[in-house]
T-cell receptor, first 111, second 115 residues
Framework: QKEVEQNSGPLSVPEGAIASLNCTYS??????FFWYRQYSGKSPELIMS????GDKEDGRFTAQLNKASQYVSLLIRDSQPSDSATYLC???????????FGGGTRLMVKP | GAVVSQHPSRVICKSGTSVKIECRSL??????MFWYRQFPKKSLMLMAT?????????EQGVEKDKFLINHASLTLSTLTVTSAHPEDSSFYIC???????????FGEGSWLTVV
């Protein structure tokens, strides 16, 4: 059973701070990793994808992947109230193209 | 960029009737699409994998006779909720994969309310 684990939160950070979201996965052969943001009542939207160990930066977002430790994280710098949402970690294995989702972490950025 | 479109975004139907939700890939061909269901404050639950030209693969516990999936073309998959009941009320989301390890894109989602 492939599992993707996230702390459900809520994670509360003040505006302008760095929000750190973590995700662990059980399947060692996982190859692709994604972070999605989902606002209440809306569909998930892709923020970042990462495929190799290390950091990947895109604007205020940095994804970090450590395959040896089986974790992937998302850092949001200069957090804004508009970043308040549920962040879903998703993992794709080496066979097939199905995503396994974590339960999501609810982020609250307070003005 | 790649876009996945879902229709309708909201639908209300009477108990016992059937409702169809469409999922289209607008600027790419998707041999595989996925259907998810999401209850309030819960994560996405994969219902089935829709394969163009063949039968859908359903996840354990999902009734294939109740949730009919048809993937008749490379750009369209449909989910039909048959004999809907109030407990089928949920947010249904489709996604499509460009393939080759590329990113999976989501449709806008469809809110189904069965009264």
């Amino acid at each position: 059973q492939k599992e993707v684990e996230q702390n459900s939160g809520p994670l509360s950070v003040p505006e302008g701070a760095i929000a750190s979201l973590n995700c662990t996965y059980s399947d060692r052969v996982s190859q692709s990793f994604f972070w999605y943001r989902q606002y209440s009542g809306k569909s998930p939207e892709l923020i970042m994808s990462i495929y190799s160990n290390g950091d990947k930066e895109d604007g205020r977002f940095t994804a970090q992947l450590n395959k040896a430790s089986q974790y992937v994280s998302l850092l949001i710098r200069d957090s804004q109230p508009s970043d308040s949402a549920t962040y879903l970690c998703a993992v794709k294995g080496d066979a097939g193209n199905m995503l396994t989702f974590g339960g999501g972490t609810r982020l609250m950025v307070k003005p | 960029g790649a876009v996945v479109s879902q229709h309708p975004s909201r639908v209300i139907c009477k108990s016992g009737t059937s409702v169809k939700i469409e999922c289209r890939s607008l600027d790419f061909q998707a041999t595989t699409m996925f259907w998810y269901r999401q209850f309030p404050k819960k994560s996405l639950m994969l219902m089935a994998t829709s394969n163009e030209g063949s039968k859908a693969t359903y996840e354990q516990g999902v009734e294939k006779d109740k949730f009919l999936i048809n993937h008749a073309s490379l750009t369209l998959s449909t989910l039909t909720v048959t004999s809907a009941h109030p407990e089928d009320s949920s947010f249904y989301i489709c996604s499509a994969d460009l393939g080759g390890g590329n990113t999976i894109y989501f449709g806008e989602g469809s809110w189904l309310t069965v009264v």
